[in-house]
Every structure is written in C-alpha cells, then in structure tokens.
C-alpha cells in the first residue's frame, strides 16, 4: 500500500520561495511516477509537475523556469522548490503517484502530463496562500 504524507506548506509573499516535500511508503522509484498536482478555490485539479520512473521531467507552463522537482530516493522523498510563487499560485497542493513508469506524454514535440483521474495513490494535500 503506498502512502504519501506532503509537509506543510505556508503561506507565502508573491516573488517568495518554499519548498514541499512528499515522503513515500510502499512505493518502488524505479516503476513508477510521480508528481503533484494543486487545486484552486473554485477550479479544477491541475498538473504542476510529475517525474517518471526513468527521471524525466514535464512541468506544466505557467511555472516552467520557476518550480523544479526533485527526489531523494535515500529517503523515499520527492520535493517541489518553488520559487518566484505568484498569487494565482495559491492553492492546495498534493502529492500523487501511480504504478506506471511513465506518466506524461509527448506529442510534435510538447510533452504533457496525464491527467489527475490516472492517479490512485494521493497525499492529504497542504494549503499554500500566495499574498500578493
């Protein structure tokens, strides 16, 4: 059974930086993905990040160049740095993971990530303001 638990997240000014992180149970790096996703007041689930089983990265447009994602498979732990964070950025953020090796998918060359209803395993999700 695989578990994931996020850290907390916090508030934060817009231009400001934190870093998340998701610590797994049960689960096996080298088969599978994993990423996060966040949710707005009042908006639909949306991809922010997920990397696949291989290390391979898609990050979602509106924080290319500004959030990168890392693990730490010592710890079984993946992390979100996010920085220049953005009020539109404020959301509950959640961990996720899934069973398969790749997770995202590449078409004339943009590549994207799936979408929330292929993941099985989620986090209990952490709440970050972004104050403008």
């Known amino acids: 059974q695989v578990h994931l638990k996020e850290s907390r997240g916090g508030s934060v000014q817009a231009g400001g930086s934190l870093r998340l992180s998701c610590a797994a149970s049960?689960?096996?790096?080298?088969?599978?993905?994993m990423g996060w996703f966040r949710q707005a007041p009042g908006k639909e689930r949306e991809g922010v990040a997920i990397?696949?089983?291989?290390?391979?990265?898609v990050y979602a447009d509106s924080v290319k160049g500004r959030f990168t994602l890392s693990q730490d498979s010592a710890k079984n732990t993946l992390y979100l740095q996010m920085n220049n964070l953005k009020p539109r950025g404020t959301a509950v953020y959640s961990c996720?993971?899934?069973?398969?090796?790749?997770?995202?998918?590449?078409?004339?060359?943009?590549?994207?990530?799936?979408?929330?209803?292929?993941?099985?395993?989620w986090g209990q999700g952490t709440p970050v303001p972004v104050s403008s």
């Open positions: 049960g689960y096996t790096y080298s088969t599978s993905c």
């Open positions: 996720t993971a899934e069973g398969y090796p790749f997770c995202t998918y590449c078409s004339t060359g943009y590549c994207s990530m799936y979408s929330a209803a292929t993941f099985g395993y």
């Open positions: 990397i696949n089983s291989d290390g391979s990265t």
